[in-house]
């Protein structure tokens, strides 16, 4: 069982920046990768980015090239530095914890509550 809390959504304005984070704790035995999904009033939940634990990552094609994602081992943390945000951005901001299997990341069923994220134009 791994718990995850998130932090840092808010209100924005179009074309600024925000960091969120995520505090890992529990079992992270069977975890080697984690990442960020989001959901948006009305739609599914749709992948953002993902780090292995050795700092490799992937992004959506959204979120290339304006979002970084990385952890900070100390801290068990996973963060999630937005710029260039864009009133599109705005969803909740989940964060999960799972594996980097066969190129790809694979979520599993331990969730955070979500942080709110909302990008004025």
């Known amino acids: 069982q791994v718990q995850l809390v998130e932090s840092g959504g808010g209100l924005v304005q179009a074309g600024g920046s925000l960091r969120l984070s995520c505090v890992a704790s529990?079992?992270?035995?069977?975890?080697?990768?984690m990442a960020w999904y989001r959901q948006a009033p009305g739609n599914r939940r749709e992948f953002v980015a993902a780090?292995?634990?050795?700092?490799?990552?992937e992004y959506s094609s959204s979120a290339k090239g304006r979002f970084t994602i990385s952890i900070d081992h100390v801290r068990n943390t996973l963060y999630l530095q937005m710029a260039d945000l864009k009133p599109e951005d705005t969803a909740v901001y989940y964060c999960?914890?799972?594996?980097?299997?066969?190129?790809?990341?694979?979520?599993?069923?331990?969730w955070g509550r979500g942080t709110q994220v909302t990008v004025s134009s």
């Open positions: 780090t292995t634990i050795y700092g490799i990552a």
């Open positions: 999960n914890s799972g594996r980097h299997e066969r190129g790809d990341y694979w979520a599993s069923d331990d």
């Open positions: 529990g079992d992270m035995s069977h975890i080697n990768a």
